[in-house]
DNA sequence: GCCGATCCTGACCATTCAGTCATAGTGCCA
DNA sequence: TGGCACTATGACTGAATGGTCAGGATCGGC
Protein backbone atom coordinates (compact mmCIF):
# COMPACT_ATOMS: atom_id res chain seq x y z
CA UNK A 1 0.00 0.00 0.00
CA UNK A 2 1.96 2.61 -1.12
CA UNK A 3 -0.98 4.92 -2.56
CA UNK A 4 -1.09 7.53 -1.35
CA UNK A 5 -4.77 8.03 0.74
CA UNK A 6 -7.42 5.64 -1.06
CA UNK A 7 -9.94 7.99 1.29
CA UNK A 8 -11.89 10.55 -0.28
CA UNK A 9 -14.45 7.78 -0.91
CA UNK A 10 -14.94 9.15 -4.49
CA UNK A 11 -15.13 6.79 -7.07
CA UNK A 12 -11.83 7.77 -9.03
CA UNK A 13 -10.16 9.16 -6.13
CA UNK A 14 -8.02 5.92 -5.93
CA UNK A 15 -6.90 6.77 -9.56
CA UNK A 16 -6.01 10.48 -8.49
CA UNK A 17 -3.94 8.67 -5.68
CA UNK A 18 -2.21 6.39 -7.86
CA UNK A 19 -1.20 9.28 -10.69
CA UNK A 20 0.14 11.39 -7.35
CA UNK A 21 2.22 8.54 -6.43
CA UNK A 22 3.43 8.08 -9.88
CA UNK A 23 4.34 11.83 -10.30
CA UNK A 24 6.21 12.36 -6.78
CA UNK A 25 8.25 9.73 -8.01
CA UNK A 26 8.95 10.69 -11.40
CA UNK A 27 8.85 14.69 -10.21
CA UNK A 28 11.39 13.58 -7.70
CA UNK A 29 13.77 12.08 -10.05
CA UNK A 30 13.67 14.56 -13.04
CA UNK A 31 12.30 17.52 -11.72
CA UNK A 32 9.20 19.72 -12.77
CA UNK A 33 10.72 20.63 -16.24
CA UNK A 34 12.32 16.90 -16.81
CA UNK A 35 8.90 14.96 -16.50
CA UNK A 36 6.94 14.45 -18.80
CA UNK A 37 2.67 13.87 -18.44
CA UNK A 38 3.08 10.80 -20.11
CA UNK A 39 6.19 9.18 -17.98
CA UNK A 40 3.49 10.03 -15.25
CA UNK A 41 0.49 8.35 -16.66
CA UNK A 42 2.96 5.03 -17.46
CA UNK A 43 4.00 4.94 -13.91
CA UNK A 44 -0.22 5.20 -12.95
CA UNK A 45 -0.87 2.46 -15.79
CA UNK A 46 -3.58 4.83 -17.38
CA UNK A 47 -3.99 7.31 -20.38
CA UNK A 48 -2.15 10.39 -20.23
CA UNK A 49 -5.95 12.15 -21.24
CA UNK A 50 -6.93 10.44 -17.56
CA UNK A 51 -4.04 12.28 -15.87
CA UNK A 52 -5.28 15.16 -17.30
CA UNK A 53 -8.43 14.56 -16.20
CA UNK A 54 -8.01 14.22 -12.72
CA UNK A 55 -5.52 17.37 -12.66
CA UNK A 56 -6.21 20.09 -15.25
CA UNK A 57 -2.35 20.79 -15.89
CA UNK A 58 0.79 19.14 -15.01
CA UNK A 59 1.54 22.70 -13.02
CA UNK A 60 -1.60 21.43 -11.15
CA UNK A 61 -0.21 17.83 -10.40
CA UNK A 62 2.66 19.01 -9.34
CA UNK A 63 1.17 21.72 -6.84
CA UNK A 64 -0.47 18.75 -5.75
CA UNK A 65 2.27 16.46 -4.59
CA UNK A 66 4.33 19.51 -3.43
CA UNK A 67 1.56 20.41 -0.65
CA UNK A 68 1.04 16.80 0.19
CA UNK A 69 4.78 16.70 1.00
CA UNK A 70 5.07 19.86 2.83
CA UNK A 71 2.35 18.19 5.01
CA UNK A 72 4.68 15.71 6.54
CA UNK A 73 6.79 17.96 8.07
CA UNK A 74 5.88 18.36 11.03
CA UNK A 75 7.79 16.85 14.41
CA UNK A 76 7.75 17.07 18.08
CA UNK A 77 10.21 20.20 18.06
CA UNK A 78 7.02 21.87 16.82
CA UNK A 79 4.76 22.05 19.87
CA UNK A 80 8.37 22.76 22.42
CA UNK A 81 8.33 25.49 24.98
CA UNK A 82 11.19 27.07 26.65
CA UNK A 83 10.37 24.78 29.78
CA UNK A 84 11.36 21.38 28.10
CA UNK A 85 14.52 19.46 27.94
CA UNK A 86 16.33 20.77 24.92
CA UNK A 87 18.77 17.80 24.87
CA UNK A 88 15.50 15.65 24.36
CA UNK A 89 13.76 17.84 21.99
CA UNK A 90 16.47 18.04 19.75
CA UNK A 91 17.49 14.22 20.11
CA UNK A 92 14.20 13.41 19.40
CA UNK A 93 13.80 15.54 16.34
CA UNK A 94 17.24 14.33 15.10
CA UNK A 95 15.67 11.20 15.42
CA UNK A 96 12.23 11.95 13.48
CA UNK A 97 14.20 13.40 10.60
CA UNK A 98 16.40 10.63 10.43
CA UNK A 99 12.89 8.59 10.20
CA UNK A 100 11.57 10.88 7.83
CA UNK A 101 14.71 9.86 5.21
CA UNK A 102 13.86 6.70 5.22
CA UNK A 103 10.44 6.13 5.26
CA UNK A 104 9.82 9.19 2.89
CA UNK A 105 12.73 9.74 1.12
CA UNK A 106 10.80 10.68 -2.25
CA UNK A 107 9.42 13.58 -0.38
CA UNK A 108 12.52 14.99 0.69
CA UNK A 109 13.82 14.48 -2.60
CA UNK A 110 10.69 16.57 -3.85
CA UNK A 111 11.39 19.13 -1.71
CA UNK A 112 15.71 19.33 -2.34
CA UNK A 113 14.45 19.68 -5.78
CA UNK A 114 12.17 22.49 -5.47
CA UNK A 115 14.95 24.38 -4.16
CA UNK A 116 17.54 23.62 -6.17
CA UNK A 117 14.93 24.78 -8.93
CA UNK A 118 14.96 28.24 -7.04
CA UNK A 119 11.95 27.25 -5.37
CA UNK A 120 9.40 29.31 -7.24
CA UNK A 121 6.09 27.26 -6.14
CA UNK A 122 7.60 28.13 -2.74
CA UNK A 123 6.83 31.66 -2.30
CA UNK A 124 4.18 31.48 -0.38
CA UNK A 125 5.09 28.64 2.01
CA UNK A 126 8.58 30.52 2.75
CA UNK A 127 7.05 33.75 3.69
CA UNK A 128 4.06 32.40 5.72
CA UNK A 129 4.19 29.10 7.53
CA UNK A 130 7.78 27.99 6.94
CA UNK A 131 8.75 31.83 8.59
CA UNK A 132 6.36 32.05 11.50
CA UNK A 133 7.50 28.10 12.25
CA UNK A 134 11.49 29.64 12.29
CA UNK A 135 10.80 32.63 14.09
CA UNK A 136 9.14 30.56 16.83
CA UNK A 137 11.71 27.54 17.06
CA UNK A 138 14.17 30.66 16.77
CA UNK A 139 12.82 32.17 20.18
CA UNK A 140 12.85 28.33 21.59
CA UNK A 141 16.57 28.05 21.09
CA UNK A 142 17.45 31.42 22.28
CA UNK A 143 15.28 30.80 25.43
CA UNK A 144 17.51 27.79 25.79
CA UNK A 145 20.74 29.25 25.59
CA UNK A 146 19.62 32.57 27.63
CA UNK A 147 18.76 29.95 30.60
CA UNK A 148 21.92 28.57 30.21
CA UNK A 149 20.06 25.12 28.99
CA UNK A 150 22.94 25.02 26.12
CA UNK A 151 25.77 26.25 24.80
CA UNK A 152 25.13 29.52 22.82
CA UNK A 153 25.50 29.81 19.13
CA UNK A 154 23.43 30.98 16.05
CA UNK A 155 20.06 29.01 15.95
CA UNK A 156 19.86 29.38 12.14
CA UNK A 157 23.00 27.85 11.48
CA UNK A 158 21.71 24.98 13.93
CA UNK A 159 18.95 24.49 12.39
CA UNK A 160 20.41 24.56 8.36
CA UNK A 161 23.33 21.51 10.42
CA UNK A 162 20.13 19.41 11.24
CA UNK A 163 18.05 19.37 8.49
CA UNK A 164 20.82 19.13 5.59
CA UNK A 165 23.14 16.02 8.10
CA UNK A 166 19.61 14.41 8.34
CA UNK A 167 18.08 14.76 4.80
CA UNK A 168 21.33 13.61 3.46
CA UNK A 169 20.14 10.14 3.90
CA UNK A 170 17.46 10.45 1.72
CA UNK A 171 18.62 13.25 -1.01
CA UNK A 172 22.30 11.42 -1.23
CA UNK A 173 21.17 8.07 -0.81
CA UNK A 174 22.23 6.60 -4.11
CA UNK A 175 26.11 8.52 -2.91
CA UNK A 176 25.69 7.20 0.00
CA UNK A 177 24.36 3.34 -1.26
CA UNK A 178 27.49 3.61 -3.70
CA UNK A 179 30.37 4.09 -1.35
CA UNK A 180 29.02 2.34 1.67
CA UNK A 181 28.57 -0.56 -1.09
CA UNK A 182 25.54 -1.98 0.47
CA UNK A 183 21.84 0.36 1.13
CA UNK A 184 21.68 1.24 4.60
CA UNK A 185 19.01 -1.15 6.60
CA UNK A 186 17.31 0.12 9.10
CA UNK A 187 19.91 -0.35 11.90
CA UNK A 188 22.02 1.67 9.80
CA UNK A 189 19.85 4.42 9.99
CA UNK A 190 19.60 4.00 13.76
CA UNK A 191 23.37 3.84 14.11
CA UNK A 192 23.42 7.14 11.76
CA UNK A 193 21.05 9.03 14.01
CA UNK A 194 22.52 7.99 16.87
CA UNK A 195 26.06 9.24 16.12
CA UNK A 196 24.07 12.45 15.31
CA UNK A 197 22.64 13.06 18.32
CA UNK A 198 25.83 12.31 20.04
CA UNK A 199 27.90 14.98 17.91
CA UNK A 200 25.45 17.73 17.62
CA UNK A 201 24.42 17.63 21.44
CA UNK A 202 27.79 17.25 22.56
CA UNK A 203 28.63 20.02 20.14
CA UNK A 204 26.20 22.10 21.88
CA UNK A 205 27.30 21.61 25.03
CA UNK A 206 24.32 19.33 26.19
CA UNK A 207 24.23 16.04 27.46
CA UNK A 208 22.98 12.77 25.89
CA UNK A 209 19.94 11.24 27.04
CA UNK A 210 20.04 7.94 28.12
CA UNK A 211 17.44 6.50 25.72
CA UNK A 212 19.18 8.07 23.26
CA UNK A 213 22.93 6.90 24.44
CA UNK A 214 24.81 4.35 21.97
CA UNK A 215 24.53 0.73 23.44
CA UNK A 216 28.36 0.34 22.58
CA UNK B 1 35.08 36.99 -15.70
CA UNK B 2 33.16 33.65 -14.72
CA UNK B 3 34.31 31.94 -17.75
CA UNK B 4 35.85 28.67 -17.56
CA UNK B 5 39.33 28.57 -18.50
CA UNK B 6 39.86 31.02 -21.18
CA UNK B 7 43.28 29.02 -21.70
CA UNK B 8 43.62 25.83 -24.37
CA UNK B 9 44.32 29.27 -26.85
CA UNK B 10 42.55 27.47 -29.32
CA UNK B 11 40.41 30.36 -31.37
CA UNK B 12 37.36 29.36 -30.17
CA UNK B 13 37.97 28.23 -26.96
CA UNK B 14 36.56 30.76 -25.25
CA UNK B 15 33.24 30.29 -27.12
CA UNK B 16 33.54 26.66 -25.93
CA UNK B 17 34.22 28.39 -22.34
CA UNK B 18 31.10 30.43 -22.38
CA UNK B 19 28.96 27.76 -23.28
CA UNK B 20 30.15 25.86 -20.45
CA UNK B 21 29.08 28.54 -18.06
CA UNK B 22 25.50 28.93 -19.74
CA UNK B 23 25.38 25.42 -19.43
CA UNK B 24 26.50 24.84 -15.67
CA UNK B 25 23.90 27.15 -14.80
CA UNK B 26 21.14 25.98 -16.48
CA UNK B 27 22.08 22.08 -15.39
CA UNK B 28 22.18 23.11 -12.09
CA UNK B 29 18.80 24.87 -12.08
CA UNK B 30 16.43 22.32 -14.37
CA UNK B 31 18.89 19.37 -14.28
CA UNK B 32 19.66 17.46 -17.73
CA UNK B 33 16.47 16.92 -19.15
CA UNK B 34 14.89 19.83 -17.65
CA UNK B 35 17.46 21.77 -19.93
CA UNK B 36 17.38 22.44 -23.63
CA UNK B 37 20.05 23.66 -25.62
CA UNK B 38 18.42 26.37 -26.87
CA UNK B 39 18.62 27.88 -23.52
CA UNK B 40 22.01 27.39 -23.11
CA UNK B 41 22.72 28.95 -26.33
CA UNK B 42 20.69 31.86 -25.16
CA UNK B 43 22.66 31.81 -22.12
CA UNK B 44 25.86 31.76 -24.20
CA UNK B 45 24.53 34.14 -26.97
CA UNK B 46 25.40 32.00 -29.27
CA UNK B 47 23.20 30.43 -31.90
CA UNK B 48 22.09 26.54 -30.72
CA UNK B 49 23.90 25.35 -34.25
CA UNK B 50 27.18 26.59 -32.36
CA UNK B 51 26.79 25.07 -29.69
CA UNK B 52 26.27 21.84 -31.35
CA UNK B 53 29.45 22.23 -32.98
CA UNK B 54 31.90 22.48 -29.97
CA UNK B 55 29.67 19.83 -28.13
CA UNK B 56 28.43 16.68 -30.78
CA UNK B 57 25.50 15.99 -28.36
CA UNK B 58 23.52 18.08 -25.27
CA UNK B 59 24.65 14.30 -23.05
CA UNK B 60 28.36 15.86 -24.28
CA UNK B 61 28.02 18.77 -23.18
CA UNK B 62 26.83 17.59 -19.82
CA UNK B 63 29.49 15.20 -19.72
CA UNK B 64 31.65 18.35 -19.64
CA UNK B 65 30.55 20.10 -16.87
CA UNK B 66 30.25 16.99 -14.69
CA UNK B 67 33.57 16.62 -15.21
CA UNK B 68 34.56 20.04 -14.68
CA UNK B 69 32.50 19.92 -11.20
CA UNK B 70 34.32 16.88 -10.00
CA UNK B 71 37.40 18.69 -11.09
CA UNK B 72 36.92 20.69 -8.23
CA UNK B 73 36.54 18.55 -5.12
CA UNK B 74 40.15 18.31 -3.86
CA UNK B 75 41.34 19.53 -0.28
CA UNK B 76 43.82 19.31 2.04
CA UNK B 77 42.33 16.19 3.58
CA UNK B 78 43.56 14.13 0.37
CA UNK B 79 46.76 14.17 1.34
CA UNK B 80 46.02 13.44 5.25
CA UNK B 81 48.59 10.60 7.29
CA UNK B 82 47.75 9.00 10.36
CA UNK B 83 50.31 11.22 11.99
CA UNK B 84 48.93 14.61 11.25
CA UNK B 85 46.47 16.10 13.53
CA UNK B 86 42.35 15.30 13.23
CA UNK B 87 41.19 18.55 14.66
CA UNK B 88 43.83 20.30 11.93
CA UNK B 89 43.01 18.57 9.51
CA UNK B 90 39.21 18.25 9.79
CA UNK B 91 38.72 21.70 10.73
CA UNK B 92 40.42 23.12 7.61
CA UNK B 93 38.20 20.36 5.27
CA UNK B 94 35.18 22.08 7.25
CA UNK B 95 36.50 25.50 6.12
CA UNK B 96 37.48 24.46 2.36
CA UNK B 97 34.11 22.58 2.04
CA UNK B 98 32.31 25.39 3.07
CA UNK B 99 34.49 27.70 0.89
CA UNK B 100 33.64 25.90 -1.88
CA UNK B 101 29.83 26.30 -1.22
CA UNK B 102 30.21 29.78 -1.28
CA UNK B 103 32.62 30.24 -4.23
CA UNK B 104 31.33 27.22 -6.24
CA UNK B 105 27.72 26.53 -5.49
CA UNK B 106 26.79 25.81 -9.28
CA UNK B 107 29.07 22.98 -8.83
CA UNK B 108 27.59 21.64 -6.02
CA UNK B 109 24.22 22.20 -7.21
CA UNK B 110 25.24 20.42 -10.34
CA UNK B 111 26.76 17.76 -8.38
CA UNK B 112 23.59 17.43 -6.11
CA UNK B 113 20.95 17.22 -8.93
CA UNK B 114 23.03 14.56 -10.70
CA UNK B 115 22.71 12.48 -7.37
CA UNK B 116 19.39 13.55 -7.14
CA UNK B 117 18.82 12.30 -10.75
CA UNK B 118 19.59 8.69 -9.73
CA UNK B 119 23.35 9.55 -10.67
CA UNK B 120 23.27 7.99 -13.79
CA UNK B 121 26.55 9.78 -15.13
CA UNK B 122 28.83 8.27 -12.04
CA UNK B 123 28.94 4.58 -12.19
CA UNK B 124 32.52 5.19 -13.13
CA UNK B 125 33.11 8.02 -10.57
CA UNK B 126 31.45 5.84 -7.80
CA UNK B 127 33.47 3.07 -8.45
CA UNK B 128 36.86 4.42 -9.60
CA UNK B 129 38.44 7.65 -7.52
CA UNK B 130 35.50 8.33 -5.34
CA UNK B 131 35.58 4.66 -3.86
CA UNK B 132 39.48 4.41 -3.70
CA UNK B 133 39.69 7.88 -1.78
CA UNK B 134 36.79 6.95 0.25
CA UNK B 135 38.75 3.98 1.57
CA UNK B 136 42.17 6.12 1.80
CA UNK B 137 40.67 8.33 3.92
CA UNK B 138 38.13 6.28 6.15
CA UNK B 139 41.71 4.02 6.60
CA UNK B 140 43.00 7.48 8.09
CA UNK B 141 40.05 8.32 10.01
CA UNK B 142 40.29 4.65 11.67
CA UNK B 143 44.15 5.17 12.45
CA UNK B 144 43.28 8.49 14.42
CA UNK B 145 40.99 6.59 16.48
CA UNK B 146 42.82 3.57 17.24
CA UNK B 147 45.73 5.98 18.36
CA UNK B 148 42.83 7.80 20.61
CA UNK B 149 43.52 10.58 18.93
CA UNK B 150 39.55 11.01 18.40
CA UNK B 151 36.78 9.12 19.42
CA UNK B 152 35.92 6.13 17.89
CA UNK B 153 33.17 6.67 15.64
CA UNK B 154 31.51 5.46 12.31
CA UNK B 155 34.20 7.18 9.77
CA UNK B 156 31.21 7.12 6.68
CA UNK B 157 28.23 8.90 8.84
CA UNK B 158 31.44 11.43 9.41
CA UNK B 159 32.27 12.15 6.62
CA UNK B 160 28.34 12.50 5.23
CA UNK B 161 27.50 14.52 8.53
CA UNK B 162 30.71 17.13 7.12
CA UNK B 163 29.91 16.81 3.58
CA UNK B 164 26.10 17.65 3.85
CA UNK B 165 26.20 20.41 6.68
CA UNK B 166 28.83 22.50 4.39
CA UNK B 167 27.24 21.41 0.91
CA UNK B 168 23.69 22.83 2.40
CA UNK B 169 25.06 26.01 2.12
CA UNK B 170 25.38 25.67 -1.63
CA UNK B 171 22.21 23.16 -2.76
CA UNK B 172 19.64 25.15 -0.59
CA UNK B 173 20.59 28.64 -0.35
CA UNK B 174 17.89 29.69 -1.89
CA UNK B 175 15.56 28.28 1.70
CA UNK B 176 18.37 29.76 3.42
CA UNK B 177 18.51 33.33 1.92
CA UNK B 178 14.40 33.19 2.39
CA UNK B 179 14.38 31.89 6.06
CA UNK B 180 17.10 34.18 7.33
CA UNK B 181 15.63 37.31 5.42
CA UNK B 182 19.03 38.09 3.98
CA UNK B 183 21.75 36.90 1.76
CA UNK B 184 24.70 35.29 3.12
CA UNK B 185 27.75 37.64 3.36
CA UNK B 186 31.16 36.20 3.52
CA UNK B 187 31.65 36.93 7.31
CA UNK B 188 28.30 35.03 7.49
CA UNK B 189 29.63 32.23 6.20
CA UNK B 190 32.67 32.59 8.44
CA UNK B 191 30.29 32.53 11.02
CA UNK B 192 28.69 29.13 9.91
CA UNK B 193 31.76 27.51 9.39
CA UNK B 194 33.09 28.12 13.21
CA UNK B 195 29.87 26.97 14.55
CA UNK B 196 30.15 23.50 11.77
CA UNK B 197 33.57 23.60 13.24
CA UNK B 198 33.01 23.71 17.16
CA UNK B 199 29.80 21.37 16.98
CA UNK B 200 31.52 18.79 14.86
CA UNK B 201 35.31 18.70 16.18
CA UNK B 202 33.63 18.85 19.92
CA UNK B 203 31.27 16.07 18.86
CA UNK B 204 34.06 14.11 17.53
CA UNK B 205 35.98 14.72 21.28
CA UNK B 206 38.33 17.17 19.78
CA UNK B 207 39.39 19.94 20.96
CA UNK B 208 39.21 23.00 18.41
CA UNK B 209 42.41 24.46 17.22
CA UNK B 210 43.21 28.06 18.01
CA UNK B 211 43.53 29.18 15.02
CA UNK B 212 39.55 28.29 13.54
CA UNK B 213 38.43 29.18 17.59
CA UNK B 214 35.55 31.92 17.35
CA UNK B 215 36.22 35.49 18.78
CA UNK B 216 33.19 35.55 20.43
C1' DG C 1 46.74 35.19 -53.38
C1' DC C 2 45.68 30.56 -52.63
C1' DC C 3 44.34 26.47 -49.70
C1' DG C 4 42.99 23.64 -46.12
C1' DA C 5 41.36 23.70 -41.46
C1' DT C 6 38.72 25.63 -38.27
C1' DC C 7 34.66 28.15 -37.23
C1' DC C 8 29.85 29.46 -37.90
C1' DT C 9 24.82 29.27 -39.00
C1' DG C 10 20.07 29.15 -41.36
C1' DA C 11 17.03 25.79 -42.96
C1' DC C 12 15.28 21.70 -42.03
C1' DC C 13 13.55 17.04 -39.82
C1' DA C 14 11.53 13.55 -36.86
C1' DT C 15 9.97 13.25 -32.34
C1' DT C 16 8.00 14.58 -28.16
C1' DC C 17 5.68 17.87 -25.51
C1' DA C 18 1.34 19.86 -22.82
C1' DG C 19 -3.04 20.47 -23.53
C1' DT C 20 -7.93 20.38 -26.19
C1' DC C 21 -12.03 18.30 -27.77
C1' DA C 22 -15.56 15.51 -29.21
C1' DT C 23 -17.26 11.20 -28.10
C1' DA C 24 -18.41 7.42 -25.42
C1' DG C 25 -18.93 4.45 -21.28
C1' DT C 26 -20.65 4.07 -16.36
C1' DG C 27 -23.10 4.54 -11.97
C1' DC C 28 -26.97 6.21 -9.63
C1' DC C 29 -31.29 8.12 -8.40
C1' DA C 30 -35.99 9.04 -9.88
C1' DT D 1 -36.52 3.50 -18.50
C1' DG D 2 -34.75 7.90 -18.69
C1' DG D 3 -31.58 11.32 -17.48
C1' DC D 4 -27.68 13.42 -15.62
C1' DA D 5 -23.14 13.78 -13.56
C1' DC D 6 -18.93 11.65 -13.46
C1' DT D 7 -15.38 9.01 -15.64
C1' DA D 8 -12.70 7.81 -19.46
C1' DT D 9 -9.99 8.06 -23.89
C1' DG D 10 -8.48 8.28 -28.99
C1' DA D 11 -7.50 11.71 -32.24
C1' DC D 12 -5.62 15.82 -32.77
C1' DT D 13 -2.83 20.48 -32.55
C1' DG D 14 0.74 23.95 -32.26
C1' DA D 15 4.91 24.58 -30.06
C1' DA D 16 9.36 23.00 -28.58
C1' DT D 17 12.70 19.45 -28.57
C1' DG D 18 17.64 17.35 -30.04
C1' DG D 19 20.06 16.85 -33.86
C1' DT D 20 21.61 17.02 -39.13
C1' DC D 21 23.37 19.13 -43.13
C1' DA D 22 24.97 21.89 -46.65
C1' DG D 23 26.92 26.03 -47.42
C1' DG D 24 29.50 29.94 -46.15
C1' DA D 25 32.84 32.91 -43.38
C1' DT D 26 37.44 33.47 -41.40
C1' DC D 27 41.93 32.26 -40.29
C1' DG D 28 47.05 31.02 -40.50
C1' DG D 29 50.70 29.20 -43.33
C1' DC D 30 52.85 29.12 -47.79
Redesign the pocket.
Known amino acids: MTLSKMADA???AK?KARIMDAAEKAFAQNGFKG?????IADGAG?????V??YF????DLYLAVLQQTLSLWNSRFDQATAEDDPAEILASYITEKVEMSRTHPVASKIFAMEILNGAPNLNRYFDDEHAKWMASRIAILKAWMDSGKMRRMDPYYLLFHIWSSTQHYADFAVQVTRLRGAKMKKADYQAATQQLIEVILTGCGLTVPEKYRSSI
Open positions: GVGNTSVQQLPKTNLYKSKQ
